[in-house]
């Protein structure tokens, strides 16, 4: 009975490796997305300091209250589409983080479930009669898949609820827009 033992080590050794792994990447994944972030976020209020000076000084050189006012309205449609511009790179963010958060627990959980299977196939083997550890293999496989569907129930929560927020964000500003065209 040593040899299976040896081998439910080796694999679950093996599984922490693979876990440790996945968290790196992950983590790495992680770092990257809010590089990209912090970089828009940057880029996007450097552009709108500049901008806004710009148009301030416009503003300010008017000569009379109707061009002030046609001044103001002018600026709402170019910054209603550095609004939605702002959100396509917001939800582009997190549209690709999800996929490469996915794609590595997909390649995690087959690589457990391929290395379980063989265990499990060896095992059954080289140790008739091993129906409780079958048992417990069974059940490390489907904890395995309800970790894997809960992260992916939560990486997609994760990028509705930016999605949500950017297209809820781009609405209010397409109806202040309207409304400070129409005044």
């Known amino acids: 009975m040593f040899p299976i033992q040896d081998q439910i080590s080796v694999a679950t050794k093996a599984n922490i490796e693979a876990n440790l ?18 970089s828009l976020n940057i880029a996007a209020a450097r552009t709108s300091m500049e901008e806004s000076q710009a148009a301030t000084r416009q503003i300010l050189a008017a000569k009379d209250p ?6 103001v309205a002018a600026q709402a449609k170019p910054n209603l589409e550095k609004a939605v511009a702002y959100g396509g790179h917001l939800t582009s963010i997190a549209n690709s983080t999800q996929a490469e958060f996915t794609k590595a627990a997909e390649s995690q959980i087959a690589q457990f479930s391929r290395k379980v299977t063989e265990l499990a196939e060896e095992a059954s083997l080289k140790a008739p009669g091993t129906d409780n550890m079958m048992a417990i293999l069974k059940n490390a496989m489907g904890n395995a898949s309800s970790t894997y569907e809960q992260f992916t129930r939560t990486a ?5 609820a930016v999605n949500a927020s950017v297209n809820g964000t ?6 202040a827009a309207a409304a400070q065209a129409k005044a």
């Open 156 to 160: 997609k929560q994760a990028v509705d």
């Open 170 to 175: 781009v609405t209010q500003m397409t109806q």
């Open 66 to 71: 109707q061009e002030f006012f046609s001044l």
């Open 21 to 38: 792994a996945l968290f790196s990447a992950l983590s790495s994944k992680t770092l990257e997305s809010v590089e990209k972030l912090i």
